[in-house]
């Protein structure tokens, strides 16, 4: 294949608890690259060819992400080569929620009347279950809104909506092809049930915002987040309840 130059290629300790911060590197014009500042005392990287950028920075995506765990010796390491895919697919489609709760991001400060959209691979196992390809639904002040995803590999994807107080939705199975792909049936979400509560340490005392600074739900196969809020003092910076919407009857959560 072609020597790609420009590629972002990122180093990143296997075990946060390390301490180590990544290091990072570009691709020359013939696609070679070199990172340094790799600390020595941690043996173990997790190398990242093509980190997919921030999702609210719009930069568009031409290649796939590919990554490969190594184990770094004191002299170094070389040969640590990738082959990326395009990602020459998009995928779009219509959601429509049933509740009364306006559309709201789940874990952002800003009330944007808009759904988050993941998409991720099927049969890949994630360490972060927030990992994959992100997006904002259109915003919308109605019942219904509409989403597009761009820079994808083609393959068997998950979709996943969120929507404080609103259950989240997974469609499974989805087959993305290269090109423009479109989901011809509106995703329909509802609105779920809500836990709240007091929030104390063992000793009886409220946490500060620095100690608890969100709250979330998990299934127990964590493939269902549901992200809360907290309620905290302005001037002790105490949190002392704590509310989660959003919760589907019947389902366990952590």
Do not use: C
Request: glycine letters at 10%; proline letters at 6%.
């Amino acid at each position: 294949g072609a020597l790609l130059g420009n590629i972002n290629v990122e180093a990143m300790p296997v075990d946060e608890k390390d301490g180590a911060t990544s290091a990072f590197a570009s691709t020359d014009s013939k696609g070679n690259y070199t990172i340094y500042g790799v600390d020595p005392n941690v043996k173990y990287y997790t190398v990242i060819a093509g980190s997919r950028p921030d999702f609210m920075e719009f930069i568009p995506v031409t290649w796939g992400e590919v990554e490969e765990d190594v184990e770094v010796t004191s002299t170094g390491l070389t040969g640590v080569d990738f082959a990326l895919p395009a990602a020459n697919a998009s995928l779009s489609g219509t959601i429509h929620k049933t509740g009364s709760s306006p559309w709201t991001l789940p874990f952002m400060e800003d009330d944007m009347p808009a759904p988050f959209i993941l998409l991720q691979k099927q049969g890949e196992v994630y360490s972060d279950p927030m990992d994959g390809i992100e997006a904002i639904g259109e915003p919308n002040d109605g019942d219904t809104t509409t989403f597009s995803m761009s820079g994808i590999v083609p393959g068997t994807y998950n979709l996943k909506i969120f929507s404080r107080g609103y259950t989240t939705k997974i469609v499974r199975g989805i087959v993305i092809a290269e090109g423009s792909n479109v989901i011809s049936t509106p995703i329909e979400i509802v609105e779920g049930g809500t836990a709240s509560g007091t929030v104390v340490k063992d000793d009886g005392t409220y946490p500060t915002t620095s100690e608890v600074s969100e709250v979330v739900a998990v299934s127990a196969d964590l493939d269902v987040l549901i992200f809360g809020t907290v309620t905290s003092n302005e001037a002790s910076r105490e949190v002392t309840a704590y509310s989660s919407s959003g919760l589907e009857a019947g389902k366990s959560y952590l």
